[in-house]
């Protein structure tokens, strides 16, 4: 059973940072791609970022390019979201996810296990 546990998360000010990671237990981390998914208050899931299995390809949603960086430590079973230049409308709870491939897309049925989720609140 594959668990992930987010953190990082928290209130910050518009034009801020925030690292959000996701730490992954179980083997075989290295295998699959991982993506960052948040919800906003009132609306639907939505993609935000995602890595493949060894780091050579990332993908990003439009409005976090420049902004946010996803970054994976295979050898610590983890997963970042560097968010800077934070604006209100990234106030959002945020799930990491494991994809079933090693090579993922923006479809969250692509990925097989979910996090917890982590809030993350921007004051303007």
């Known amino acids: 059973q594959v668990q992930l546990v987010e953190s990082g998360g928290g209130l910050v000010q518009a034009g801020g940072s925030l690292r959000l990671s996701c730490a992954a237990s179980?083997?075989?981390?290295?295998?699959?791609?991982m993506g960052w998914f948040r919800r906003p208050p009132g609306k639907e899931r939505e993609f935000v970022a995602l890595?493949?299995?060894?780091?050579?390809?990332?993908l990003y949603t439009d409005s976090v390019k420049g902004r946010f960086t996803i970054s994976r430590d295979n050898a610590k079973n983890t997963v970042y979201l560097q968010m800077n230049s934070l604006t209100p409308d990234d106030t959002a709870v945020y799930y990491c996810a494991r994809s079933y491939y090693a090579n993922s897309n923006r479809n969250p049925r692509e990925y097989e296990y979910w996090g917890q989720g982590t809030q993350v609140t921007v004051s303007s």
């Open positions: 890595i493949n299995w060894k780091s050579s390809s990332t």
């Open positions: 179980g083997r075989a981390f290295g295998d699959y791609a």
